[in-house]
T-cell receptor, first 112, second 112 residues
Framework: GENVEQHPSTLSVQEGDSAVIKCTYS??????FPWYKQELGKGPQLIID?????GEKKDQRIAVTLNKTAKHFSLHITETQPEDSAVYFC???????????FGAGTRLFVKA | DTGVSQDPRHKITKRGQNVTFRCDPI?????LYWYRQTLGQGPEFLTY????????KSRLLSDRFSAERPKGSFSTLEIQRTEQGDSAMYLC??????????FGPGTRLTVT
C-alpha cells in the first residue's frame, strides 16, 4: 500500500525549545524523503530532504533522520523561533512511479 | 523571481461551469506535477508530466479533469462541470531531478 502517517498534528513549543515531527511510510521502495514548510497563503517550500543511503542530514537549525528498517523519518528543529510557526509536511515517493505521498501535516506554534 | 508561477491565484465559479488554471514551471525544469490540497490536509497527487508526456494520473483525476503540457513548458489543468467538492487549492510543482519539487503559490478554487 501507499501511506505516509505524520504526527503530531499540532505542536506548541516555547521559543528556543526543540521541536520534533515524525513520519512513517509504508512503501519499502521509497528512496527519498523531503520535508516542506507551508505558510498561510503560500505553496509548500522544501526545507530539507534525505535520500535512503543516508541516516541523518543537518542544515543549520534543522535536521532529518531516517530509519529505513523501521520505515520512519523525523524532522528536528532546534532553537525554535516565532518565524518557524507554520505547517510542516513530510512526503515519500511511491516506489517505481512518480507519485509523491504527503503526510497530513503538523501545525507548529512557537510561542515567544 | 524565477520560481513557479500559477494563474489565477483565486477563482470563484458557479457549479457546472468549466475552469482552467495555468502553471509556469521554473524554466529548466522538465518535470511538472499537479496536486490538490484541501483544508487541513497535505497535497494530493493528481498528475505528472515529463516534458510534454503525461506519465502518471491519479484515480482522483476523474474524467472531468484534464491536464496538458503541449510544448513541455507551461501546463494547464481544466475542470469541466465543476462541483462543490472541487473546491480546493490546486498546486503546481516543478523539478529538474525528479526529487526536489518546487511549488507555486497555488490557485484557490471556490465553487458556489
Amino acid at each position: 500500500g501507499e501511506n505516509v502517517e505524520q504526527h503530531p498534528s499540532t505542536l506548541s513549543v516555547q521559543e528556543g525549545d526543540s521541536a520534533v515531527i515524525k513520519c512513517t511510510y509504508s512503501d519499502s521502495a521509497s528512496n527519498y524523503f523531503p520535508w516542506y514548510k507551508q505558510e498561510l497563503g503560500k505553496g509548500p517550500q522544501l526545507i530539507i530532504d534525505i535520500r535512503s543511503n543516508v541516516g541523518e542530514k543537518k542544515d543549520q537549525r534543522i535536521a532529518v533522520t531516517l530509519n529505513k528498517t523501521a520505515k520512519h523519518f523525523s524532522l528536528h528543529i532546534t532553537e525554535t523561533q516565532p518565524e518557524d510557526s507554520a505547517v510542516y509536511f513530510c512526503a515519500a515517493p511511491r516506489g517505481g512511479g512518480f507519485k509523491t505521498i504527503f503526510g497530513a501535516g503538523t501545525r507548529l506554534f512557537v510561542k515567544a | 523571481d524565477t520560481g513557479v508561477s500559477q494563474d489565477p491565484r483565486h477563482k470563484i465559479t458557479k457549479r457546472g461551469q468549466n475552469v482552467t488554471f495555468r502553471c509556469d514551471p521554473i524554466s529548466e525544469h522538465n518535470r511538472l506535477y499537479w496536486y490538490r490540497q484541501t483544508l487541513g490536509q497535505g497535497p494530493e497527487f493528481l498528475t505528472y508530466f515529463q516534458n510534454e508526456a503525461q506519465l502518471e494520473k491519479s484515480r482522483l483525476l476523474s474524467d472531468r479533469f484534464s491536464a496538458e503540457r503541449p510544448k513541455g513548458s507551461f501546463s494547464t489543468l481544466e475542470i469541466q462541470r465543476t462541483e462543490q467538492g472541487d473546491s480546493a487549492m490546486y498546486l503546481c510543482a516543478s523539478s529538474f531531478t525528479g526529487y526536489e519539487q518546487y511549488f507555486g503559490p497555488g490557485t484557490r478554487l471556490t465553487v458556489t
